[in-house]
């Protein structure tokens, strides 16, 4: 049952309420006043994944009900604990009060997770007894999607620096596969978190296709190459071995775009990631999957930092795009001596 934190001081609602919600897997747990509600948060944040207030609830034990200071003070001790706790639940009205009563008191908070309500129905709050059902559908919906709306919310300029980038809505996805298990670890395991290798690949793969449309690299088509991309980006040629095992160069790079943190991390990132993708085999070599956990206890340390690495890669890249958005220009930096072994679509800008 999803856990909501409900302030409530009407026992003839408090009593019926609860059992329709237990339709949709809610179990509203009421507090008659702010008082009572605050502390159930300060002792147990995670436990909740909603709040509902009633507006015209008390803030102390002995108060009179009043809708303005009962949610100015709730709601002001909401944003504060959701600073402290470091994500915010979400939180809805639902009152028999007037609207003139109620609206001027809530904040633009809760557009975050509620806007689509106000903008199909044109209303702050939830009416008692016409959105119950509504309302209901909604929490359910919403904690389901909570933590990806908290991730977003946290890493708020990383998100907008991808979809500023163009880069596509698969690697947007992926990123958050791996940082939402970061904040909210309770529901995996940390061998399924290190079974999301796959996750950063797929990130890395988006961004550089992201860059073949601006020129930065090579289109790769449907198989990136995230080695040479990575060779390329840090100022170095994509070579291969002939039968004589002499190095030939398959596309010249002629100028580094990276800056030397971000080369020695991608680098190591493209060298790793693939490897650890699946389980070990022969031509791993020295990068072994299995063998690494087994020596760290199978720690979740590397692929987060990776996450966080990647995070890094991406800002640096949307600033390096505005400074940087000639295609024809960006591409004058490689040139593709052997489109065949390179297997990749002639670019526009390239020789």
Not at 100 to 112: A, P
Not at 276 to 282: I, P, Q, V
Not at 307 to 326: G, M, R
Request: negative net charge; hydrophobic residues 35%; aromatic residues 12%.
């Amino acid at each position: 049952m999803i856990q909501v934190l409900w302030v409530e001081d009407d026992p003839l609602v408090t009593k019926t309420y609860p059992l329709k919600a237990e339709v949709f897997d809610l179990e509203l747990i009421p507090y008659s006043c702010w008082d009572d509600a605050r502390e159930a948060l300060e002792i147990d944040y995670d436990r909740w994944s909603a709040i509902i207030l009633d507006a015209k609830c008390k803030h102390h034990r002995d108060s009179k009900d009043s809708a303005v200071v009962f949610l100015r003070e709730a709601l002001k001790d909401i944003s504060v604990l959701s600073e402290k706790k470091g994500h915010i639940i979400p939180w809805y009205v639902l009152t028999g009060g007037d609207e003139s009563e109620v609206s001027d008191s809530i904040n633009d908070e809760r557009l975050q997770w509620d806007k689509d309500w106000t903008e199909s129905e044109n209303k702050k709050y939830y009416s008692k007894n016409v959105d119950n059902e509504s309302l209901y559908r909604r929490i359910r919906y919403h904690a389901y999607k909570s933590p990806r709306i908290q991730i977003q919310e946290m890493y708020r300029h990383i998100f907008e620096a991808v979809k500023e980038c163009g880069i596509d809505d698969n690697g947007y996805n992926a990123l958050e596969d791996l940082l939402v298990p970061i904040h909210f670890p309770k529901d995996i395991k940390d061998k399924d978190y290190n079974d999301k290798f796959e996750k950063a690949r797929t990130i890395l793969e988006y961004i550089f296709r992201s860059m073949a449309v601006h020129g930065i690299l090579p289109d790769w088509g449907k198989q990136v190459n995230l080695q040479w991309s990575s060779c390329l980006l840090s100022g170095m040629s994509a070579m291969r071995k002939d039968e004589k095992g002499n190095d030939i160069v398959i596309i010249e790079c002629k100028k580094q775009v990276l800056p030397a943190v971000l080369r020695e991390t991608l680098r190591a990132m493209t060298r790793i990631i693939p490897a650890f993708c699946h389980s070990d085999n022969k031509e791993e070599k020295d990068v072994k999957k299995e063998e690494y956990f087994g020596i760290v206890d199978n720690s979740t340390f590397l692929l987060k930092g990776f996450a966080f690495q990647i995070c890094d890669f991406i800002l640096w890249y949307k600033d390096y795009l505005k400074e940087n958005s000639n295609v024809e220009q960006n591409a004058a930096n490689w040139d593709v001596k052997d489109y065949k072994v390179a297997k990749i679509k002639p670019h526009n800008g390239s020789k």
